[in-house]
């Protein structure tokens, strides 16, 4: 719960499917790089640069590219990816070319391409259409099937009630 403004704001955070579940706590060195340990977060909105590929975007920064980037295996392996979690994205278009929701679904696509395991959402359903949140909600659950942890971070008790497994408040 959050002040703003002389008015109290209601944060819902949720966990869908917890594949860390009977691992118990693990320490990691403040050092340690979130995407190494297997975290990544899509945050509410797009860090994608407009003026490049969806496939650009989602291997710039790459640490495994190194020196020597190969496109053609890079879009192999994104392809890949998109198929077995349907998370359906023009991988050519330019990403100023992309729906808000395929902006979003490139950004999650990128997450799991660099090995995350939980997904951290930051109100992904806050600027997308009532059909792409449904969507959105497939999307989730399907992850979660494949054994990707979620926590998903909303303002909408709507949301929380229809896809949550736990909700903290």
Same mark, same amino acid.
């Not at 494949?146 to 909303?154: A, D, E, L, P, R």
């Given at each position: 719960i959050a002040r703003l403004g002389g008015f109290f704001t209601l944060t819902a955070v949720m966990l869908l499917a917890p594949c860390f579940?009977?691992?118990? /706590?693990?320490?990691? /060195?403040?050092s340690t790089p979130p995407t190494r340990a297997g975290i990544a977060m899509v945050h509410q909105h797009s860090t994608l640069v407009g003026s490049m590929s969806v496939e650009e975007n989602l291997c710039f920064g790459d640490p495994r590219s190194g020196l020597l980037f190969d496109p053609k295996r890079a879009?192999? +392996?994104?392809?890949?990816?998109?198929? +077995? =979690?349907?998370?359906?994205? /023009?991988?050519?278009?330019?990403?100023?070319?992309?729906s808000v929701g395929q902006r979003q679904r490139a950004e999650i696509l990128r997450a799991l391409d660099r090995g995350?395991?939980?997904? !951290?959402?930051d109100e992904p359903t806050a600027v997308l259409t009532p059909q792409e949140a449904e969507?959105?909600?497939?999307i989730m659950r399907e992850l979660t099937n494949?054994?990707?942890? !979620?926590? =998903?971070?909303?303002h909408k008790l709507k949301e929380v009630l229809a896809i949550a497994d736990r909700i903290t408040v």
């Open positions: 579940a009977g691992l118990g /706590p693990r320490r990691l /060195p403040l879009g192999r +392996r994104l392809a890949e990816l998109s198929r +077995r =979690f349907g998370l359906e994205v /023009p991988l050519g278009a330019r990403a100023d070319d992309l995350a395991r939980l997904l !951290i959402l969507d959105l909600f497939v494949k054994g990707v942890s !979620i926590i =998903f971070i909303t």
